[in-house]
């Protein structure tokens, strides 16, 4: 027989067996779980999948998705984020998602236009958007646009040596006129002068700095467009010939001058001409907008009689050490009282058509919306390249033509999602919680003991 020793040490040899058998076949899995993935959701409404339409929209797109998003690199967001990543990779396999902190990698964000955190940018085929709604239906909206198109127009004013959206001179807007095709907008010039119409389907006019006054039948055709509800940006510069339109239409009107800074407030080897926008109203369009903007040669803006019917934000505005010089020469500008137009000098005017109410004025289902700009520089060839000049300018065709094809996901609520107990369940449920479950335990350990003592 063996003896007590022999059997407490043959009773010891499968304890330390048993925990080495748990700890290799924990290794095991770990190793396992690290080469291998395997996911499965038994959730009623599959809450950590992507909704069948997102995933019927992914399986029909034949080229590569990619989609960066902006989040700290730690956080309850950041794990929320991931786990999306995931459910976008389990359907899309080839997808690029990524998850970037401003804060660690600025020069990438920047460049991919997220720098403000919670923003996603969303690329198929050449094309790309920008947008502040990340959630799954934000992102695949966004998919959708991208990758289904259709023909959009931006329709461009011409004759009159304005700058060209297609063109490739340092004036031109040509390189501006390339990001909007990306985003499923193209450039078409128009020739009013010529009996061409401005196409119904335009989803905004460009007014690109004419040189001459327009013709009479020029502004007719320009009017039936605005009295038909379409969206217009118009770009001015000092000097601009053609102003009636804009002050009859809208009441807004142009300030005779360059705007200057100066060479104290500047950035050193910047011209007194060249202005510098760091802060703006809060606005759609600027919202989260934090990037400095250069405008080269801008004139002021001013909106004393804003016509009814409209709301009138100034989206850009000078420092106040800037004021607009009446005349611009060689020699260092100083102001002059009386002659000039101190500062802060407004740059940009958005307005929105609204409709009357009880209750004041409301935005109306689809409202006109109007942007002038007091530079048409800052979008050229030349200096869209320049700190927040392209973001800008895209934000505000955003604006002005936004998208409205759009899918709608419908949440799919579990049966199960929450759990009612009254009366006599819950007692029950507390008593097993806070008496029977340490009791069960306190047994468990006292038979334990009990064998114990009797090897």
Known sequence: MPTPVTSRRWEQARAVTGVALIALVVVVALWLSNRYRL???WTHASANELSPPTRALLAGLADRVSISISAPSRGLPRAQLEARRDAFERALPNIRFRIIDPRVEPDLAQRLDVSPLYHGRVEYNGRAEVTKDISEQGLVNALLRVSQPGRRWVAYLEGHRERDLLGRANHDLGLFGAELEKRGLSARPVNLAQGAAIPANAAALVVAAPATPLLELERAAIERYLDAGGNLLWLAEPGASETGLLAERFGVGLIDGTVVTPPSASFPGLAPSVTLVSRYTDHAITSDFRQITLFPTATGLEAPNVRSGFTVTALLTTDKRSWVEAELTDAAPAYDLGVDVAGPVVLGI????????SNGPVPKQTPQRVIILA???????????????????????DWLAPRRDTVALTAITPPDASLALRGWALQSVAFFALLGFPALLAIAGFVIHWRRRRL
């Not at 530079?375 to 065709?397: C, E, H, K, V």
């Open 375 to 397: 530079d048409a520089d800052f979008l050229s060839n030349r200096y869209l390249a320049n700190q927040g000049n392209l973001p800008l300018g895209l934000r505000t065709i």
């Open 350 to 357: 958005a307005l929105e058509g609204v409709e009357r109410s």
């Open 39 to 41: 996911v499965s959701d």
